[in-house]
């Protein structure tokens, strides 16, 4: 029992009471083999029901035995570096038909794929041939098409939970949209997620890429069976460079690799096991941790490295897990871009934690490791391993050039520039039981009335009032944003009268979250604020919590950029 507290304890920092009993409970009848197999029992253990009769929602299916990672030998597998997605020829662009773009099909398709050398090949659904999808290049002002051709089964093989909105039994089981994270697009190519695709449709969508040099990912996002979509497999990497990010001399081409890093729990035959709730016909569970970290496709890969510096893109595409990244004697990391871009000058980092759906981007320097091996790891849990190769003459200078001090400039946006400041809370509803059933934006149904309408170009700030136990990672579509401060608030003021009641001074961004954001992490008890200019087209998007459990349940609502010229008459600037 020590054991397995003194192991859950890192990863459960942000967790509440109610869901750390039901993993010290899940305990009692799990097998805890280190590590990460301890947080595998609070796969099954998610709600107090499934905590006492584990597993019990897969009665009726054979039951089926967790793989235990532990057995795996470590580091046989090359990482695999998802190809770039070739355009097939080129199509007259939306905005100007004289204009011609590339033009890319990338089919979902169900795919048999080895997670690691003894593992059997694991069913997965993925964009083009593998999981992570192809990775998609693109240059800043350099619009592109991409149809994405939905070729998956009518049948879900994850189980899909029919109470949830979005997900009827009425609706067809297989539905997709494809939403590229990050990208400032039209709202018609934004993929909604009520616009979704059966098996046999494809839709054409439009990215103008009018935005600076950063990492984005492309991700399903079907209303209700977001979380399963993204499970089975359906991301992939979306990068967009830019003159003056190649300015700078960083590493490039081989030296530039993304790393998209995910947990999954297998059974024995190496199939996805995604838990289920006790309660027949509501299999949802509200929360999915794995017992295994995958990092592109395989568990515990290895990469062979030349003695040089490399530029990592660390992306985050885990449900609803957080990584805390280090690597391993200490060596130090340094951070050069976030979610949208680069920072404005690196940082150096012992650790960088990750929430779902943030990137960072990194340098690591092998320089002085020759013959030696590195690990990059998420607390104790080994995820890569770095073989750093001997010095080959030719290359003995090649990547000495040092790191910029200066990556390009990011200026804050001034308060005094917002025409808004929005108090939005992000709250979780228990049942009797006390199983968290349902998590709200502003107390807010995802059907409710739009509430969120910023003018075009206007500048707002919006405050997530966190009065969960859990820290959420917020999103918006379309925008970047700055994070302003984080600051401790009165729970139970705020739960007596609605008061906001400050209990501590506003703690500010760390270096690393000084440059530009489209996620955020809002922590428990903390009134999270960012400063939003809403720039790019009018229309309808959606911000939500990036736990795609939480997302698929409530905790999404649309949004509306205006034009100026529809908007009411402002007659309180600072209304909240
Ligand atoms: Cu990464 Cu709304 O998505
Ligand atoms: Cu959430």
Known sequence: MVLLLGAATVVHMFKTRRQFLALARAAGSAAVAGGMASRASQ???????????????????????????MTLTRFVDPLPIPALAASDGTRPSPKNRKVQLPYYRIEMSELEVRLHRDVAPTRQWGYGASVPGPTVEARSGQGLLIEWVNKLPKKHFLPVDHTLHGAEADKPEVRTVAHVHGARVPPESDGYPESWQTPGQSRLLYYPNEQDASTL?????AMGITRLNVFAGLFGAFIIRDAAEQ?????????????????????????????????????????????TIVCNGKIYPYLEVQPRRYRFRLLNAANGRYFHLTLSGDRPLHQIGSDLGLLQAPVELRSLVLFPAERGDVIIDFTDLEGQQLHLRSDADDILQFRVLKKEPSEATTGAASLPTMLRSVSRIPEAQSVRERFLTLSEHDDAAGNSMQMLLNESHWDMPVTENPVLDSTEIWSFVNLAGDAHPIHLHLVRFQVLDRRPFDLFAYNADKSLVYTGPAVPPALNELGWKDTVRADPGMVTRIIVKFEGYTGRYVWHCHLLEHEDNEMMRPYDVISAASAPRPNNKKQA
């Open 43 to 69: 796969v099954f253990g998610q709600q107090a029901g499934a905590a006492a009769a584990p597993m019990r929602g897969m009665e009726q299916a054979p039951q089926r035995q967790m793989l235990n990672p």
């Open 217 to 221: 990912w492309y991700h399903d996002h």
């Open 247 to 291: 300015a700078l001399n960083l590493p490039g081409g081989a030296f530039d690799i993304p790393l998209v890093i995910y947990d999954r729990t297998l059974d024995r035959e190496g199939q996805l096991l995604y838990p289920v709730s006790a309660t027949p016909g509501a299999p949802f569970v509200s929360e999915f941790y794995g017992n």
